[in-house]
C-alpha cells in the first residue's frame, strides 16, 4: 500500500516536473511573496512565477498589498516563459484588461450602469470617452471642474480593434430623473407639502422643481 501510495506519489510529481506554460496562457497560482519589485506566484509547474509591479495594476499609485496577500490564489496572464532559467513573467493587468472589456461590452447588451472617475472618464481601467452633451453639464461649461468626480454612466459604443468605449452620464441622470418624477406624479396630491428648488421667476408667478416634476 505504501508503495502504491509513493509510485503515485511520484507520478505527480514528475507530471508537476514536466508541466509546460506558454505565453498566452492564464494560469492560476498562490502567491509565495511579495518584494518592492515583483509578486512571486506558485504555479504547481516547474517554473517560478512572478508578476513584475509594472504587470500588477493599471493604477501607478495602488500598493501592491492593497491587490494581493501571500497565500491569495490569483489568476494571471502568461506574458513570457525561460525554459533555460525556469521563470515565468506574469501579468495580472492584461488579464483583467481583457475580463474588463468583456463587462464593458456586455454593459451596452445589458444597458448595465457602470460607475467611472473623471480623468477623461475611466471605467475598470478602460477610458472611455463621454461627448460634451452626454456630460449632464449645461453647454458651455467648465468641464474640468468634473475631473476625480465619479459618476455613473451608461455605456452606448464599443468598439474594441480601436480600443474606443463612448458613454452618457447624461442618460442615466435622465432616468433617475424619470424615476423620482415618476414616484413624485404616484403620489402627489392637494394639501400634501413638498420642498422645492425654484428653477426660474416671472412676473407672473415662480417655476419650482418638485423631485423631478415641473411646479
Known amino acids: ?10 507520478a505527480d510529481m514528475l507530471e508537476k516536473s514536466i508541466k509546460t506554460l506558454n505565453t498566452g496562457d ?10 518592492a519589485t515583483e509578486v512571486n506566484v506558485d504555479l504547481g509547474t516547474k517554473h517560478a512565477g512572478y508578476i513584475p509591479m509594472s504587470e500588477l495594476s493599471d493604477d501607478p499609485a495602488v500598493k501592491p498589498e492593497d491587490i494581493v496577500k ?69 453647454r458651455g461649461a467648465d468641464l474640468s471642474e468634473m475631473i476625480k468626480d465619479r459618476v455613473k ?22 432616468e433617475e430623473r424619470a424615476a423620482k418624477a415618476a414616484e413624485v406624479w404616484a403620489n402627489i396630491e392637494e394639501g400634501k407639502k413638498y420642498e422645492c428648488t425654484v428653477k426660474s421667476l416671472t412676473s407672473y408667478g415662480a417655476f419650482v422643481d418638485i423631485g423631478g416634476v415641473d411646479g
Open 1 to 10: 500500500n505504501n508503495a502504491m501510495e509513493i509510485e503515485e506519489s511520484f
Open 26 to 35: 492564464k494560469v492560476t497560482g498562490v502567491v509565495t511573496g511579495i518584494t
Open 70 to 138: 501571500v497565500g491569495d490564489e490569483i489568476e494571471t496572464y502568461v506574458m513570457r516563459v525561460n525554459d533555460v532559467e525556469g521563470v515565468a513573467t506574469l501579468s495580472k493587468k492584461r488579464l483583467d484588461s481583457v475580463k474588463n472589456w468583456d463587462t464593458i461590452e456586455a454593459a451596452v447588451e445589458d444597458k448595465t450602469i457602470l460607475e467611472g472617475t473623471v480623468t477623461e472618464v475611466n471605467v475598470k481601467g478602460i477610458r472611455v470617452f463621454v461627448p460634451a452633451s452626454q456630460t449632464g453639464m449645461p
Open 153 to 174: 454612466l451608461r455605456i452606448t459604443e464599443v468598439n474594441r480593434s480601436r480600443r474606443r468605449v463612448v458613454g452618457s452620464i447624461r442618460a442615466v441622470q435622465a
